[in-house]
């Protein structure tokens, strides 16, 4: 049966705007940068973790119609599409002053939760974003 999840997808507007922020703000490394010639195959990793890619995917062909990406588009641009992402942390509060001094925009400050400390924001296409410290 399975024995690892190796790819996750997240809908983003545009695939440049993409990577200056995963790789630029958050410090993210692309995996992989492909022209398939019907789409951009466009990946992004922890660095040094090249076992779980996260795919920035602009809607649109050949899986979906004009109108349907649109309409993807749409509830993007609302915020109502976002995939969530999680990552860890060996420090939150830190990797917060990090990213706050790199321009990241934060939906929620670290906070102290059962299972550890953690923080969120949106991305430029308001997908929801948390990276988390877990309880030592």
């Known amino acids: ?51 779980r890619h996260v795919l920035l995917e602009k809607p649109g062909g050949p899986s979906m119609s004009e109108e349907t990406a649109r309409q993807v588009r749409e509830l993007i641009t609302k915020g109502a599409m976002g995939g969530h992402l999680i990552f860890s942390t060996d420090d939150c509060r830190k990797t917060y002053e990090t990213l706050r001094e790199r321009g990241v925009e934060f939906t929620e400050e670290p906070t102290e939760r059962p299972y550890g400390i953690d923080c969120g924001l949106r991305d430029p296409f308001g997908n929801p974003v948390r990276f988390t410290q877990p309880q030592a």
């Open 1 to 51: 049966m399975f024995t690892a999840i190796t790819h996750s997808q997240i809908y983003v507007l545009d695939q440049d705007e993409a990577l200056d922020f995963y790789v630029g703000k958050l410090g993210l490394e692309v995996s992989a940068d492909v022209d398939l010639g019907f789409m951009r195959w466009l990946t992004v990793c922890v660095p040094g973790r090249p076992d």
